[in-house]
């Protein structure tokens, strides 16, 4: 089991940036997947940026270049730096965790979700 509680989120302007934070209840080091994932209004939920257990990072291709996934294992927090934000981004963004060595940005194999923190970009 592990808790996952999310903050940063807000609104800013086309071009803003924004650090979303994850506290996690538990070690997050290794043999643990870490993700971000959003869902906009009427959309699915979509996989952002991802660190399996093994270090490996992924980001979806609308984030490339722009979003930074990190974690501070000594606070046990996950972070997303988002740059140059565009209205596209727009959406509730959620961390999300995973007990499998491999889980990249899949949403199913997720097992554990924060509660979520709202994103807003204006333009």
């Known amino acids: 089991q592990v808790q996952l509680v999310e903050s940063g989120g807000g609104s800013v302007q086309t071009g803003g940036s924004l650090r979303l934070s994850c506290a996690a209840s538990r070690d997050i080091y290794s043999d643990i997947c870490m993700g971000w994932f959003r869902q906009a209004p009427g959309k699915e939920r979509e996989g952002v940026a991802a660190?399996?257990?093994?270090?490996?990072?992924s980001y979806a291709d609308s984030v490339k270049g722009r979003f930074t996934i990190s974690k501070d294992s000594a606070k046990n927090t996950l972070y997303l730096q988002m740059n140059s934000l565009k209205p596209e981004d727009t959406a509730m963004y959620y961390c999300?965790?995973?007990?499998?060595?491999?889980?990249?940005?899949?949403?199913?194999?997720?097992?554990?979700w924060g509660q979520g923190t709202q994103v807003t970009v204006s333009s």
């Open positions: 999300a965790a995973s007990p499998l060595v491999w889980a990249a940005m899949v949403v199913g194999l997720y097992n554990y």
């Open positions: 660190i399996d257990s093994d270090g490996s990072i």
